[in-house]
């Protein structure tokens, strides 16, 4: 062999010897980046600072409810499961997804689901673990404001609210943010730049030309127009706004996104990931990016199940095809652009026509039936309303705030301390505004500066883009952009005894509404809007009506309030129940305050009379107290109503005017009486036509509806009787097995004679029976009993699906595969390395204990059939 072909084969040898590039570290092959946009609008009550009770998204509370329930829950949870439907892995969707989860909901998470809310946050700890430091979050503009309508102020405003929540929650900046429906002008990315940002993501449809980067020793290349969605969205591109400042974009692929959201194409993670590998480019560049962008309740809420299609091609489908799971962050750091690019003015990616979906009849959203000639009206209503609240905040603010808007742009640090520091948040308020005041503030201009304050988050609020998204003004979404303007107008009246609703007003009179019985915005503003404002006095009609069916500690809270009770009386005569009572009411969000006077008398059923009235002085509540209390011996309903409309002036409110949620309480708490007769009737005809029913059943003869209603109602009353008992006997093994075999009879019965039990009390209090067994079993547990508990814990469960109770069992799933993983299978097997990211927990059970534990994970549909064996 020659000299030359011994130092080729040499290195030849080299070469194949050296070990393949990190793609984590050098951009080598296909990455897969799939991002989803969680959001979900503001749906609080402008005055109680919650969400009401939605119907529409029944059998849950409200739509955030619901949506968390069949997707954010799910994916952070998602299960791969096998053929026979049995869970063999339980992936949290947040590590792989790129996404963004908009403030407005993960203020509502931290509230209803801290799990869930902690495991989004510990998914984007990983991947930073996993990617180089580079997170899976992103940012979003804060409450989902169309950013090129925002004036400059707005603009900066929104984003570094965006900014600051993402920090506090994250714990790092953010390289990236998402824009309400993408929407963007250069404007708007110039903010961007003014405050960090260092890419966004866009649909394809929003660039307009695009060309390699100019290098110094090349003449300038060739701009290739790109307007009609041509632009190759597998590469980054840097966007110029000078020669020396610029911002990142990536753009998602239209087509393959599309079929996400619109077609079955999350049907099958093989079908996933054949249609994504359609897109890899077959020409020799060392990398290309494979993006996708969807609203993240895609997986699950608008269809459901799909977040399992996710969790088996992240961790399955996609490195089997030899491809990389990353995000936009991390490929930027090992593929900067080599392309520039050039947007078209003002684009957004849900509407054809630029921006005009939130400002113009154009069509989009309107399903071709209604017109949306509201639009353009209810905008310029906003846009001025907003530049009067901006002049008094500038006026006002001077003479409070060494400088109004940044403390405004501030203010974000009040809104998360309401969220997570309850019990710190007047004293983080007080330091907010020492920090902030010009002056030292006395108690009545703080309240000043907070109303200040607050009537510019309102202000944004009202501005947030479903408002304009759909056909209707007087869809809920323009009811609840309408409610956050009249909040505004209510504080700036409060501060300047100015009230601009009569000029607002006038200017939505403009805005026509397709729906008959309101003509204009005017009316919809009337009807849905001035009736829901909440003033003091209707907070305290809640306190006092709900006083009779509830006992208040002496401080409560109801909703956003803290209630004082200083004096409460109360006496029944026959029929009649009269309360007094004298409270201080003070709101946690404006620290506002009042005392009142409140007399109720409750006639008996749903009559109720209120009256409220300002605190005057000690001697005026004695004497009202001593009249109406005298009165009431008379046990006459006309004269003590008589007498409370002359101290209290005739204003009078009756239970109409209750909180929904609080009236729907009561409501239910007045029928107790009347469904416990009605139940021990269909009892009685139950039992005596009992004999009657099994014959229809046995001949297979049409049942007599008033039969089967009779007992489906009578064994839905004493199956829930029973599971009040299992639920007052706690985690006691012993009462339980007491209880046990009633239900177990009941179910038998029940399912003799074909009856459907609607009984959704009992699945709740079954579910809650079975998770906290399962935990004590597995984490409390006593060796010696082990066997019975497992027993039990399995009779538990057949009893709810004898029941036909549906139950879900979700969460002891979760529960026994994290104790499987770092706990069971350890034991059984001590070599055998655990797939689960937990460290190994101690256990004391012996080879017969373990064998019963993995059977139970049968039960619990979770694949044990690997170690069973």
């Known amino acids: 062999m020659t000299s030359v072909a011994k130092l080729a084969s040499a290195k030849s040898r080299q070469r194949q010897s050296e070990v393949a590039p990190d793609p984590l570290k050098t951009a080598k092959g296909v990455y897969v980046t799939v991002h989803g946009h969680f959001y979900q609008p503001p749906r609080e009550n402008p005055y109680l600072d919650a969400i009401e009770r939605q119907p529409s998204a029944f059998p849950f509370h409200d739509w955030n409810e619901r949506i968390h329930h069949e997707c954010y829950r799910p994916n952070v949870f998602a299960r791969v499961l096998n053929d026979q439907g049995k869970v063999v892995g339980i992936v949290n969707n947040f590590e792989y997804l790129s996404f963004n989860v908009g403030p407005t909901l993960m203020s509502w998470l931290e509230r209803y689901d801290m799990e869930v809310y902690q495991r989004i946050l510990e998914a984007d700890r990983r991947s930073c673990q996993r990617l180089n430091g580079h997170g899976n979050a992103i940012a979003q503009a804060y409450n989902h404001i169309i950013l090129p309508l925002a004036n400059p102020r707005d603009k900066i405003t929104q984003i570094r609210w965006g900014i600051a929540d993402f920090r506090s929650r994250f714990k790092r900046d953010p390289e990236g943010m998402w824009l309400a429906e993408t929407a963007v002008d250069y404007l708007t990315l110039e903010a961007l730049v003014q405050e960090g940002i260092r890419f966004i993501i866009l649909a394809p449809t929003q660039a307009e030309r695009c060309r390699p980067l100019p290098t110094e020793d090349e003449s300038d290349p060739e701009w290739h127009e790109v307007g009609g969605s041509q632009i190759d969205p597998t590469r980054p591109y840097r966007c110029f706004l000078d020669k020396d400042k610029y911002i990142d974009l990536f753009f998602y692929d239209g087509p393959i996104s599309g079929d ?187 309240v000043d500066a907070l109303r200040l304050l607050e009537m510019q988050r309102h202000s944004l609020l009202m501005f947030t883009s479903c408002g304009w998204f759909f056909e209707e003004i007087s869809r809920p979404e323009g009811v609840q952009i309408l409610r956050y303007a009249s909040r505004a107008i209510e504080l700036a009246t409060e501060l300047t005894g100015t009230n601009l609703e009569p000029q607002f007003i006038k200017r939505l009179a403009l805005a026509p509404s397709n729906v008959e019985c309101f003509g204009t915005g005017a009316e919809v503003y009337r009807q849905l809007v001035q009736t829901a404002q909440v003033s003091f006095q209707q907070v305290a009609a809640h306190y006092a009506i709900s006083s009779l069916f509830t006992s208040f500690p002496e401080q409560a809270r109801v909703y956003c309030y803290d209630i004082q009770q200083l004096d409460y009386q109360r006496q029944t005569i026959g029929t009649l129940t009269l309360a007094l009572g004298q409270v201080r009411i003070v709101s946690e969000i404006t620290w506002e305050s009042t005392e009142l006077v409140f007399a109720v008398l409750h006639l008996g059923g749903w009559d109720f009379h209120c009256c409220i009235q300002n605190f005057q002085k000690r001697k005026t509540y004695g004497e009202l107290k001593e009249k109406l209390f005298e009165v009431l011996k008379s046990a006459s309903a006309a004269k003590t109503i008589s007498a409370m409309s002359q101290w209290f002036n005739d204003q009078c409110i009756d239970l109409e005017h209750l909180f929904a949620e609080e009236r729907q309480r009561i409501m239910q708490q007045l029928t107790e009486e009347t469904k416990t007769r009605l139940d021990q009737l269909y009892t009685q005809v139950y039992r005596d036509n009992y004999g009657v029913l099994v014959a229809f059943r046995r001949d297979r003869l049409p049942v007599p509806v008033e039969l089967q209603v009779a007992a489906e109602i009578a064994l839905s009353t004493r199956c829930l009787s029973e599971m009040m008992s299992l639920e007052l006997a706690g985690d006691d093994p012993e009462q339980i097995r007491v209880v046990l075999p009633e239900l177990e009879a009941i179910a038998t019965e029940a399912n003799t004679l074909d009856c459907q039990l609607k009984i959704p009390e009992a699945k709740n209090i079954l579910e809650q029976l079975i998770l906290r067994l399962l935990w004590h079993l597995l984490y409390d547990n006593n060796p010696a009993t082990l066997e019975d508990d497992l027993k039990l814990l399995e009779r538990i469960i057949t009893v709810g699906e004898q029941l036909k109770l549906d139950l879900s069992l979700e969460r002891p799933q979760e529960i026994y595969f994290n104790c499987l993983h770092n706990a069971i299978v350890p034991q059984c097997f001590p070599s055998e390395k655990s797939p689960s990211n937990g460290e190994n927990l101690a256990c004391r059970w012996d080879f017969a204990q373990l064998s019963l534990l993995l059977k139970l994970g049968e039960k619990l549909a979770v694949d044990v059939s690997p170690w069973l064996k």
């Open 260 to 446: 996400m959201g619109f077609s079955d194409l999350l049907n099958s993670s093989q079908i996933f990931a054949g249609r994504l590998g359609q897109a890899v480019h077959g020409d020799r560049r060392p990398s290309q990016l494979i993006s996708v962008a969807t609203d993240g309740e895609t997986f699950g809420h608008h269809k459901q199940g799909t977040e399992k299609c996710l969790a088996y091609a992240f961790t399955g489908e996609f490195p089997g095809r030899g491809w990389t799971v990353t995000n936009y962050a991390h490929y930027l750091s090992i593929c900067p652009p080599t392309w520039e690019v050039q947007l078209k003015p003002v684009t957004a990616w849900s509407c054809s026509h630029g921006v005009s979906r939130w400002q113009d009849d154009c069509g989009c959203g309107g399903g071709d039936v209604w017109h949306q000639k509201w639009r353009r009206p209810l905008r310029e209503a906003l846009n001025w309303l907003r530049d009067e609240l901006a002049e008094i905040f500038e006026q006002q603010g001077r003479k409070l705030f060494n400088d109004p808007w940044q403390t405004r742009d501030d203010y974000v640090e009040i809104l998360r301390t309401r969220e997570s520091f309850s019990d710190r948040a007047r004293s983080k308020v007080e330091e907010f505004l020492v920090r902030h005041q010009c002056r030292s503030l006395s108690l009545a201009e703080q």
